[in-house]
């Protein structure tokens, strides 16, 4: 009868331990939607003035030698508000450009037209509008300025398709990024003296260097 007991005894079945129920996963909190004044802040580098100041710099050196001094507030509000609006245009059409192959680089992967929040037709309508702006602001000056930002409007809008097909963008780069130099004696002086193409010449080699490295 004993064996019979523990025989009983033993063959119960032990009684289960429960088990802490899982922390449920936070789920992360979906990303606001960004308005549309932001992202075209980012599709232009607004947060990232280097460009612009780099553009710039020759361009008041130019300014500040053809007028042997302060240009005056009227040319110097013009050239800086007008290098700031086709640098913009610039990185704008580079982005459009590019819109089907930065998707695929890390580095710009999230740029706003690489990310499908900005459409090519806006990309387009926003480089074209500040392009407008940029061209309004040098009517009042003389023709010889007038007639210079044709070409200097051509190689912004065409150097972004250089990189297919140039082995050295840079240099092509560098044109586009010297063209400030002679609308500002342009504008100044009414002339095109010789010095500009020293001033161009100097600052091509610069543009290819900070580029290189920037590659």
Not at 68 to 81: A, E, N, T
Not at 155 to 161: K, M, S, V
Request: hydrophobic share 55%.
């Amino acid at each position: 009868a004993q064996a019979a007991t523990k025989i009983v005894v033993m063959s119960q079945p032990a009684t289960p331990t429960p088990h802490p129920a899982p922390t449920p996963v936070p789920t992360p909190a979906a990303p606001a939607p960004r308005s549309k004044l932001s992202l075209y802040l980012d599709l232009i580098r607004w947060n990232r003035p280097a460009g612009w100041l780099l553009l710039l710099w020759p361009t008041l050196s130019a300014l500040w030698i053809a007028a042997d001094g302060f240009p005056g507030w009227h040319l110097l509000i013009v050239f800086v508000l007008g290098t700031i609006l086709m640098r913009s245009a610039g990185c704008v059409i580079n982005d459009y450009a590019d819109r089907k192959i930065d998707p695929h680089v890390e580095r710009t992967r999230n740029r706003p037209m690489a990310a499908g929040r900005v459409s090519s037709k806006e990309a387009l309508l926003l480089a074209t509008g500040l392009s407008l702006i940029a061209f309004l602001l040098i009517l009042p000056l003389n023709q010889l300025t007038i007639l210079l930002s044709m070409p200097a409007l051509f190689l912004a809008g065409t150097y972004p398709f250089t990189k297919r097909f140039f082995a050295m963008p840079q240099a092509y780069l560098g044109i586009a990024f010297s063209f400030g130099i002679p609308m500002a004696f342009a504008a100044q002086t009414d002339s095109l003296p010789s010095i500009i193409w020293i001033l161009m010449l100097a600052n091509l080699f610069w543009v290819i260097a900070y580029d290189t490295e920037y590659a």
